[in-house]
């Protein structure tokens, strides 16, 4: 045997190193981009620009383009608290209903504690270019979304002349940009025009301004049955104003008002740039009594820019984006035989051939770029639809669903190196806290905490909705659901697992977590039979408990309540700690903890979704809520409670794969925590089913990706892209359970790739690079320093490190689940689980520091 020293060693893994991964640098330099060879007709064909405010679905037309705008605090109404003064009446009533094993009366009882549905998103309006060009004389049409620099193109030649049209929506800027170019002058003549699917007026300031001001309707109905469907008031009555102005500079040619439009004659190039702005003015402020003027809004945003021109406006937008944006890659390496198509024939593909790598890795960074589009620092949260909607009566309208749609939106905010684009939520959360706190007084008689239901918006709703008792559809098994106070808070603690920011711990997370948790205190009561502690209505959301061959809505201690709140306990009890505060009030939550209702393990080996073993094996219902614990959850790990591990999966195999395109999301994570790659992976495939626009589905009838990539629910929900992206990263680096975890769930069709940028909690950012699916190396940057304690697939070595090794500390950003009590029907019934060896190794890491992991 030769023996090399160790600096031959290294310099020869290097080399290696480098030769396996010369393929993956050769990908780095494609494009990322989703690209078509035609036009969008349908709106989930066209591509989605935004800025966290101002949204923008660009359809590429050739005699007449489209761009159609949103505007992220337009929404119809006005704050409305919609409490209910006889609930601390009611909900004593339907407590007794439940003990008394009464379900079906005590969903009667609950609905009198609804109240009204949650206000409506809407679009503002239509940007109009009409160039009156033949598409049929139309020669090497193009359009296109570049990914890497947030930027739109669309190019053709028409009568011998190639046409270029640019565009951006600007997070510096606040604005839509967008440069007509052609490689003639005098070329460029068109039309330009605005509409708004709402009551609006449009008018030319000039020859070069057109300007759109319109109403928002006071009102907009839930069901189609209502009898009044989108009601407007007076022009100084309820709703929100809005204005949408557009700006021309045209170099040569002439610009020229004609009535309601401007027209373009003969211009070398044109530059357009699009301002917009609603009179809202805080969620507890009336938009058409304590409004903003739209009118002032909209020249200070065009003052601001002022003369700037179309390369200084893109440069400080690349600027800004790149620096989200390009902290992250990930690359499969192998063949990508549909790669030169266009993406809509890709997606058709996918399923069909060889598969595409490269699609998948394409579907990850839209994920990426959907949320830097739709959620930044000082705007709203991304709701259902992210920013993106063209109806006046969206689908569930286009709200925050809080049961598990507004979460998912965030789930890939930390992993993928985005914490910014939280902010939104967590700015959102102080206003729920403010409104939640009355709701939890007026509806519940607790007047300690806040608490929000099942649907928010703009408004920052927290009372439950359902119609009041006037809706059939209005369903208790979604209206008496009061957790999403307490799930949002979890949201808290994990931007602080992964950031370490104890400023941000104590001054923001900490007050509205304890409010959570003195909310929960108060709503959780006594099982007279065993004395645990539960929740009392109670739901497993949107699904329904099977008992004899009938279904009810309503029950008690459905194991996701129980989930959730064992985690807002343990996040709070940490914090506590962390900043050493509040022992009184630690000491009462970790009491209350330890009484929580266990987990049960059921007759099928199952992890129970409800108080009692009435799983039903042959329930497909989308929502799984009763795995909360394993997945967004920190609680079941296959290191530290196998059996519950083997019960979520026996559950998981019930409920099946295909599904909604949200819950196929939620499915990849599950399956990643369970470290089975290759289940994980076939559900992410089965997300990318071509979903046709053209064809009418029925709601919720099957999930997939549209041409545009918009996850079908159906109809499009953006939830589903964010938790495939959030999946995709769980699958190849995992730390909630105690160690910063390389590789967890690789699948085999993944055999080789790297992945550059992303975090894990300790603030750790982490690059892996593998090859034949075992790990080559890892480089793993400390941020704040602290213990790395590091689960690998093979043994490793970090290089980096001091000589000397440290007394090893717990790390408090890296901790182990918390013993869990469970009990278990039938042990005979559980799953066996694979074997999976792993290798730990704990280090010391120095606040700025790389280190380097190579197999042993």
Known sequence: MIKLNASLSLFLLVGMTGMANYGLAQQNAKKLELWYD????????????????????????????????NDNTLWSGEPEAGNNPDGPQILPSVREAIFAGKYEEAAVRWKKMQGPYSARYLP?????????????????????????QALSTISYVYQGVRYQRESFVSYPDRALVIRLKANKAKSISLDLSMTSKLRSRVSALGDNILSLVGKAPSFVANRDYEPKQVVYDSISGKGMTFEMRVKVEAKGGKVQQDKDRLRIIGADQVLLVLTEATSFNGFDKSPSQAGKDVKTAVDKLLKQIGSKNFQTLLADHQKDYRSLFNRVDFQLAGTSTHANLPTDQRIMQFSKGPTDLD????????GRYLLIA????????????GIWNDHVQPPWGSNYTTNINTEMNYWLAENTNLSECHLPLFDFMEELAVNGAKTAAVNYNIKEGWVVHHNSDLWAKTSPPGGYDWDPKGMPRWSAWPMAAAWFSTHLWEHYRFTGDKFFLQNK????????????????????????????PSTSPENTIKIAGKEYQLTMASTMDMAIIRELFTAVIRSSNVLGIDPEFRSILEQANAKLYPY??????????WFKDWDDPKDQHRHISHLFGLYPGNQISLTENEELAAAAKQSLLMRGDVSTGWSMAWKTNWWARLQDGNHAYKILKDALNYIDPKLDRAQMSGGGAYPNLFDAHPPFQIDGNFGATAGMTEMLLQSHDGAVHLLPALPDEWSEGSIKGIKARGNFTVDIDWHNTKL??????????????????????????????????????????????????DRTKLLALPDKKTFEIEFQTVKGKTYRIIPL
């Open 124 to 148: 503002m309006g239509d940007l109009w270019l009409d160039f009156h060009h033949d598409e049929k004389a139309v020669k090497d049409y193009r359009r296109n979304l570049d990914l890497k």
């Open 600 to 609: 049960q393990v059921g007759q099928y080996g199952q992890l129970q979704e």
């Open 374 to 385: 739709s959620s930044r620092p000082g705007g709203r949260p991304a709701n259902l639809q």
């Open 38 to 69: 035609k036009p969008a007709s349908y709106w989930e064909e066209a591509l989605p620009l935004g800025n966290g405010t101002t949204g923008a679905m660009v359809f590429g037309g050739i005699a007449k383009d489209r761009f159609q705008i």
């Open 776 to 825: 080559q190396q890892a480089l793993i940057v400390s941020n704040i320093g602290g213990i790395c304690r590091l689960r690998t697939p093979i043994p490793v070595k970090v290089i980096g490190q001091d000589g000397n090794r440290p007394s090893i500390a717990d790390n408090e950003l890296l901790y182990k689940p918390n013993p869990l009590k469970y009990h278990i029907s």
């Open 359 to 366: 699609l998948l890795t394409l579907y990850y960074h839209f």
């Open 509 to 536: 997370a900490y007050p509205l977590m304890k409010g959570a948790a003195q909310f929960m205190l108060h709503w959780l009561i006594a099982d007279p039979e065993n004395n645990y502690l539960i929740t009392n």
